[in-house]
């Protein structure tokens, strides 16, 4: 069908309003039938190929788009369960002090999930983190307050050798131990894509994850959302489960 069709159309660029004929011999006769294409059936050829392909583009465009977008939910996941692992590590180790570990909400706050999203961005020159060594401009001294999200690169240096955050992590606790004990407190980890700088207005929840040919929920949602319900060492995921990596965490390129 698309074969006939586009021999259809070049007959029509090649001689259009005109008509082909082709000779016939019929015994020791021969015949000039009028056979070919007029101009109607030129527009028609060419109205039938611009549907098809205004058909065929649109989803194409939304597969393009979701793949993209359950892309960049599979590194945030990682991201969000490598820094829960990297402070579960840290209490192990019995390294906890409260300057190392992510700041506590206020005493007001009594569910985690009520903590407001990010209204500040750390800079990527000065607080970026990346298992690229180049990029890497983080050290394990430098804890972002409960309102900063912290700049996580994933991707290495782009082609003109610039280091730019693809997430942004924000991460506090609430303790459980009114004595203050740093190894008895809940943690909320929030990764939010690099597009959600630029936003006004960021929600908590996390983003749904649904066909889209566009940009979705998640440059104003977190993409991932990880917690623990009792304590850091018995952590349970709240949102979701996903592969336990190390810190910096090597995370697949888009």
Same mark, same amino acid.
């Given at each position: 069908?698309?074969?006939?069709?586009?021999? =259809?159309?070049?007959?029509?660029?090649?001689?259009?309003?005109?008509?082909?004929?082709?000779?016939?011999?019929?015994?020791?006769?021969?015949?000039?039938?009028?056979?070919?294409?007029?101009?109607?059936?030129?527009?028609?050829?060419?109205?039938?190929?611009?549907?098809?392909?205004?058909?065929?583009?649109?989803? !194409?465009?939304?597969?393009?788009?979701?793949?993209?977008?359950?892309?960049?939910?599979?590194?945030?996941?990682?991201?969000?369960?490598?820094?829960?692992?990297?402070?579960?590590?840290?209490?192990?180790?019995?390294?906890?002090?409260?300057? !190392?570990?992510?700041?506590?909400?206020?005493?007001?706050? #009594?569910?985690?999930?009520?903590?407001?999203?990010?209204?500040?961005?750390?800079?990527?020159? =000065?607080?970026?983190?990346?298992?690229?060594?180049?990029?890497?401009?983080?050290?394990?001294?430098?804890?972002?307050?409960?309102?900063?999200?912290?700049?996580?690169?994933?991707?290495?240096?782009?082609?003109?050798?610039?280091?730019?955050?693809?997430?942004?992590?924000?991460?506090?606790?609430?303790?459980?131990?009114? =004595?203050?004990?740093?190894?008895?407190?809940?943690?909320?980890?929030?990764?939010?894509?690099?597009?959600?700088?630029?936003?006004?207005?960021?929600?908590?929840?996390?983003?749904?994850?649904?066909?889209?040919?566009?940009?979705?929920?998640?440059?104003?949602?977190?993409?991932?959302?990880?917690? #623990?319900?009792?304590?850091?060492?018995?952590?349970?995921?709240?949102?979701?489960?996903?592969? =336990?990596?190390?810190?910096?965490?090597?995370?697949?390129?888009?």
């Amino acid at each position: 069908m698309k074969s006939m069709l586009l021999k =259809t159309l070049l007959s029509c660029v090649a001689q259009p309003g005109r008509f082909l004929y082709s000779a016939r011999t019929k015994g020791e006769s021969s015949q000039l039938p009028e056979e070919g294409l007029t101009l109607l059936e030129c527009v028609v050829a060419i109205a039938v190929i611009a549907l098809t392909g205004a058909m065929i583009g649109p989803p !194409l465009v939304m597969a393009a788009a979701t793949r993209v977008q359950n892309r960049r939910a599979e590194q945030a996941q990682q991201l969000a369960q490598g820094e829960v692992d990297r402070i579960r590590a840290m209490v192990v180790q019995g390294n906890a002090t409260a300057e !190392l570990l992510p700041k506590l909400v206020e005493e007001s706050v #009594t569910n985690l999930e009520a903590q407001g999203a990010p209204d500040t961005f750390l800079a990527d020159n =000065t607080y970026l983190r990346s298992p690229n060594t180049t990029c890497n401009k983080y050290d394990t001294t430098k804890v972002a307050a409960i309102n900063e999200a912290l700049p996580v690169d994933v991707n290495g240096p782009d082609a003109d050798g610039n280091c730019e955050a693809d997430f942004y992590i924000q991460a506090f606790r609430g303790n459980l131990d009114p =004595t203050g004990n740093n190894q008895d407190f809940q943690l909320m980890v929030r990764v939010y894509s690099a597009q959600a700088k630029d936003q006004e207005t960021l929600g908590v929840e996390p983003a749904g994850l649904s066909f889209t040919s566009g940009n979705g929920e998640y440059w104003t949602k977190p993409l991932a959302v990880l917690s #623990t319900i009792k304590n850091l060492l018995g952590a349970i995921g709240m949102i979701s489960s996903t592969p =336990t990596i190390s810190y910096p965490p090597t995370v697949v390129s888009s």
